[in-house]
T-cell receptor, first 111, second 115 residues
């Protein structure tokens, strides 16, 4: 059973639209959740992290966490072609330091 | 802040040789460093976790005698792929985390090609 599940995509959205990326996880002990963006051939870069239920906003990005449903999402407002990349979600449990990554969702933003 | 570097960025070697990859935290002390491997179109797979001055903890299925990890200082960890074979060709990424930090920061990665 996969610990973190993401739709592999690609998710295609037009420029200026809202892109919604979703992630479900199986371990109720998961405490912190991270969203990374990875361009082809590059290493992941952190977008944001969230550990409390609810929404967390940073610029055009909003992370949403629902621990009861074991669901975390990332919304990208005003999507730009430069947002085209693979988005990885990851979780980290209490006392752990290692991240468990999902398989990633490929996002394509068309001009 | 929180910059992590890796060297080399790209390496090509012959089968049977050993390759060393360095990971450095440039502006913070990394109490813990992680080594990942990523094959094409797959996600990152954690290989091992190392704490400064301690032996690395390897994930299940990762051969510790083949992938030697040294974390001798708070700013440097090395991964040595011994007797490399074509199936070891991959993208190797390190990350580093400081004491009390919220997250780990990734290096730019090393592309290893074994001929």
């Amino acid at each position: 059973q996969k610990e973190v599940e993401q739709n592999s995509g690609p998710l295609s959205v037009p420029e200026g639209a809202i892109a919604s990326l979703n992630c479900t996880y199986s371990d109720r002990g998961s405490q912190s959740f991270f969203w990374y963006r990875q361009y082809s051939g590059k290493s992941p870069e952190l977008i944001m992290f969230i550990y409390s239920n609810g929404d967390k906003e940073d610029g055009r990005f909003t992370a949403q966490l629902n621990k009861a449903s074991q669901y975390v999402s990332l919304l990208i407002r005003d999507s730009q072609p430069s947002d085209s990349a693979t988005y990885l979600c990851a979780w980290e449990g209490t006392g752990f330091q290692k991240l468990v990554f999902g398989t990633g969702t490929r996002l394509l933003v068309s001009p | 802040g929180a910059v992590v570097s890796q060297h080399p960025s790209r390496v090509i070697c012959k089968s049977g040789t050993s390759v060393k990859i360095e990971c450095r935290s440039l502006d913070f002390q990394a109490t813990t460093m992680f080594w990942y491997r990523q094959f094409p179109k797959q996600s990152l797979m954690l290989m091992a976790t190392s704490n400064e001055g301690s032996k690395a903890t390897y994930e299940q299925g990762v051969e510790k005698d083949k992938f030697l990890i040294n974390h001798a200082s708070l700013t440097l960890s090395t991964l040595t792929v011994t007797s490399a074979h074509p199936e070891d060709s991959s993208f190797y990424i390190c990350s580093a985390r400081g004491s009390g930090a919220d997250t780990q920061y990734f290096g730019p990665g090393t592309r290893l090609t074994v001929l």
